[in-house]
C-alpha cells in the first residue's frame, strides 16, 4: 500500500492513533509527545522565544558544558534536543495519520530538563486534519510558524549563523522522511516530504532553507554513507566529539578532498 494507514482518526483519536504509531516499530526507540495539561512545569513556547528568557536559558544549558563553554555550540546542540522533539512526531503525524499537530507558538509547551535543554514537548491535544496535499499546506505550519521564528530567536541570541539551526532540523526533517517510507502498510509515506527537501525554490519565490540538508555519498562503503550538509560546531564544547555524519570528519568526505 502506498500511502497514509489505514487508521480512523477524528480529533479525540488524534492523539491516541499518534501514540500508537509510537508504540510499534520504526518509532518505538523515540520518544513521543505528550499530550493534555502538564504534569510537570512547563514554559510556553511564545514565551520562551522573548529574548531575555530564551537568552538565560542557553546561558543556563552552556553552564552545564563548564564555565566558559562555547554559547554558539551550546545554542546549537539545544536546538537539536528540541528540533527533534517537536520536528519527528510533527511530521509523522502529517505523514502517516494525515493529522497537522498544534505546535503553534501560543499553542504548544516545553518541559525543560534540569540543565535547561528541551525535555518534552506538551500538546493540548491532536489537532485537526491537514487541510490540503500542497506543501505550502502541509509543512508551513511547522516550519514557518513554529522553526523560522525559534531559529531567528537562537541565532539573535547565541551569534550562530540561522543556517547552522535550519540544517539541524533538516537532519532530523530527512531522517522523519526516510523513516515513514519505511513504515509498516505505508511504503512512500515520506515521499512528499523527500521531494520538499528537494526543492531549491519554494512556491513563493524564496529559497528553502531545508535544501537537501544531508547527502548521501559513495565513499567506499557497501551502502552510500549519509553526511550532513553542514557541521553542528558541537565539537567546540569540551568532551564532544564530531557527531558520525559530520561532513568534517575525515572519513566522510570524498577521496579528491582527503588529500
Known amino acids: ?49 522573548e529574548p531575555g528568557v530564551l537568552g538565560e536559558t542557553i546561558s543556563r544549558f552552556a553552564a552545564s558544558f563548564g564555565e566558559g563553554a562555547d554559547r554558539k555550540a551550546a545554542a546549537s546542540i539545544w536546538s537539536k534536543h528540541h528540533f527533534s522533539g517537536v520536528s519527528i512526531p510533527t511530521l509523522a503525524a502529517n505523514l502517516l495519520l494525515g493529522q497537522a499537530l498544534p505546535v503553534g507558538l501560543e499553542q504548544m509547551r516545553l518541559a525543560l530538563g534540569d540543565k535547561g535543554q528541551p525535555a518534552h514537548i506538551w500538546l493540548p491535544d491532536g489537532g485537526e486534519p491537514l487541510p490540503s496535499q500542497l506543501p505550502s499546506a502541509r509543512f508551513d505550519y511547522l516550519f514557518d510558524a513554529h522553526c523560522a521564528p525559534l531559529i531567528e530567536a537562537l541565532a539573535a541570541t547565541s551569534g550562530l549563523a540561522p543556517k547552522v539551526f535550519w540544517s539541524n532540523l533538516g537532519h532530523y526533517v530527512e531522517f522523519v522522511g526516510k523513516t515513514c ?52 560546531v558541537k565539537y567546540r564544547l569540551p568532551d564532544e566529539p564530531l557527531c558520525g555524519g559530520c561532513p568534517l570528519k575525515p572519513e566522510n568526505k570524498p577521496a579528491k578532498k582527503r588529500r
Open 181 to 232: 517510507s519505511q513504515h509498516p502498510g505505508c511504503s512512500g509515506a515520506g515521499e512528499p516530504l523527500l521531494r520538499y527537501l528537494d526543492t531549491k525554490t519554494l512556491a513563493d519565490g524564496r529559497r528553502n532553507p531545508l535544501y537537501q540538508p544531508v547527502r548521501y555519498l559513495e565513499l567506499g562503503g557497501e551502502t552510500p554513507t549519509r553526511v550532513r550538509r553542514l557541521c553542528c
Open 1 to 49: 500500500m502506498t500511502g497514509m494507514a489505514e487508521l480512523p482518526v477524528y480529533r479525540n483519536d488524534a492523539a491516541e492513533a499518534l501514540l500508537l504509531l509510537y508504540r510499534q516499530p520504526p518509532l518505538d526507540r523515540l520518544k513521543a509527545p505528550r499530550f493534555g495539561v502538564p504534569e510537570v512545569p512547563t514554559t510556553a513556547m511564545s514565551d520562551l522565544l
